[in-house]
């Protein structure tokens, strides 16, 4: 019996998981969501991704050296974003591809370094990317972060990740994050019509945010998200002038939808 073949000729070879379904209501995907791998190792990660007592799955697997595996058909449903939102769409994995890229993750001990991403690895997730993008007309403004559509549960790739990188090679949307500096800002707690444009704003974006006026705990997650992919020289939720310039930069830039 041949071997089937990638639906990406970035990816060497399938290696096949059992974790997917249908797409529900026949979706094509309209976005790529982006993963690292959080083991200690990839051989690791990608047993876990093919078990199926595990449950989750994604459609690429990237390593460090560049090598790619196809998991998934992009025909079909991965579980790889679980519960997650991104303008309005409650099903990501049935709107979306995934690819998880082979890392560690944040390593929470004091004065850890959050490892590079290597080259190889990188240069091979933006020729995959450039490829689904081509294939399926994915706007550049639907290449998002797990982080991105999970903000309560996730922070993956992490704020090392080169997004301004890909944006350079024609992979996602990006602005120059704005300087950070002192000014007015919002945090857990503040209530008000200024909070409630801000969360206006975010939602406009994609991100799912309940507009209440109140910076609450989803709100700084929210941010805390929105920071780690757009301006990650600072985490911390709070919406300082940086953080809401370069959100209003981005909405002003964002692709015209058709």
Not at 47 to 61: D, G, K, M
Not at 203 to 232: C, E, K, N, S, W
Request: net charge negative.
């Amino acid at each position: 019996m041949s071997q089937p073949r990638p639906d990406s000729p970035i990816a060497a070879k399938v290696f096949a998981s059992p974790n997917h379904g249908e797409r529900k209501g026949g979706q094509r995907p309209n976005s790529i969501i982006l993963h690292y791998t959080g083991m200690a190792t990839g051989a690791e990660a990608l047993a876990r991704l093919c078990n199926p007592i595990t449950e989750v799955s994604c459609h690429y697997f990237v390593w460090e050296d560049g090598h790619v595996l196809q998991l998934v058909p992009e025909a079909r449903r991965a579980w790889h974003a679980g519960a997650a939102v991104w303008r309005g769409q409650s099903d990501m994995n049935s709107a979306s591809i995934g690819i998880e890229i082979v890392h560690p993750g944040h390593d929470d001990r004091e004065g850890a370094v959050f490892a590079p991403f290597p080259e190889a690895q990188i240069e091979a997730v933006i020729q995959l990317c450039r490829d689904i993008c081509a294939r399926y007309s994915i706007s550049p403004d639907q290449i998002l972060a797990h982080s991105d559509i999970a903000p309560a549960r996730k922070r993956d790739p992490g704020e090392a990740f080169p997004w301004e990188r890909l944006h350079r090679e024609g992979i996602g949307h990006w602005v120059a994050p704005a300087p950070i500096g002192g000014g007015r800002f919002f945090a857990l707690g503040d209530e008000g019509q200024p909070v409630q444009a801000l969360q206006a704003m975010l939602g406009m974006y994609g991100y799912g945010l309940a507009i209440t006026g109140v910076y609450d705990v989803a709100t700084q997650q929210v941010v805390t998200a929105f920071q780690r992919h757009f301006r990650p020289a600072r985490v911390d939720g709070i919406a300082d002038a940086s953080t809401i310039t370069t959100l209003r930069d981005l909405l002003a830039s964002r692709p015209q939808v058709a």
